[in-house]
């Protein structure tokens, strides 16, 4: 690895050019004739879209690393899909929404930033190097977020809820980062935002202990 690799590699992961596939629960059967994806929260009404639908959508292309909480690493993965912006576009959010939480299949879910997800290359991916999503990937359709840890690209995605304020997901209710940027490291998170670490997991629920929190975090980040 050569030292502009190195450079791309957070605290704590290891590079590798296979896509290794971890998931919870089963791989879902898809039938694409029936596949829907909800839009809800604060908007003015909830919408839902067949595939047809999401396929006439404007598409991307994107090129990204991409950082599992598990601790490898893929550099220089292409993307192909819809851009975030353009799924948002389809109806007026509510100014007061903050986070959104994905919903995939399983019930699985991920809480992310609004903020995160308004960033460059975020999209519902279905195509990745080239080829269409495998079922263990997340076909027909996956969320990519490729500034955060993976988890939160969520394969087999089918809708997402804008809110005012966060809740966790699947995995961060089990103890993972609300927000998980594997860029971060500190004290609280020395191989990168792994874990939780926010004021409410160890149960001060306090509004003040949380805006410190966030402030810390966007302090950070914005030191990056």
């Given at each position: 690895m050569n030292e502009q690799q190195k450079k791309r590699l957070p605290a704590g992961q290891y590079l590798t050019t296979k896509w290794p596939v971890l998931h919870a629960g089963t791989v879902p059967e898809v039938d694409?004739?029936?596949?829907?994806?909800t839009i809800k929260g604060l908007?003015?009404?909830d919408l839902t879209l067949t595939w047809a639908d999401f396929m006439r959508l404007p598409k991307a292309t994107y090129r990204c690393d991409i950082h599992c909480v598990t601790t490898w690493s893929r550099f220089d993965n292409e993307w192909e899909g819809i851009p975030f912006g353009a799924v948002m576009d389809l109806a007026p959010v509510d100014p007061q929404a903050r986070y959104v939480m994905a919903f995939a299949e399983q019930g699985y879910s991920t809480n992310i930033p609004l903020?995160?997800?308004?960033?460059p290359g975020v999209m519902f991916a279905y195509r990745h190097d080239g080829m269409a999503l495998t079922p263990e990937h997340g076909y027909p359709l996956r969320l990519l977020v490729p500034q955060l840890y993976f988890w939160k690209s969520a394969k087999w995605i089918r809708g997402?809820?804008?809110m005012k304020e966060d809740r966790p997901g699947f995995w961060e209710e089990r103890g993972y980062h609300l927000?998980?940027?594997?860029f971060i490291d500190d004290e609280q998170n020395p191989d990168g935002q792994r874990f939780r670490d926010d004021p409410q997991w160890f149960g001060d629920d306090s509004p003040e202990a949380l805006a410190t929190w966030k402030e810390r975090i966007r302090s950070q980040r914005n030191d990056q």
């Open positions: 694409l004739d029936t596949w829907t994806f908007l003015d009404k903020e995160e997800l308004t960033k997402i809820e804008f927000l998980g940027d594997p």
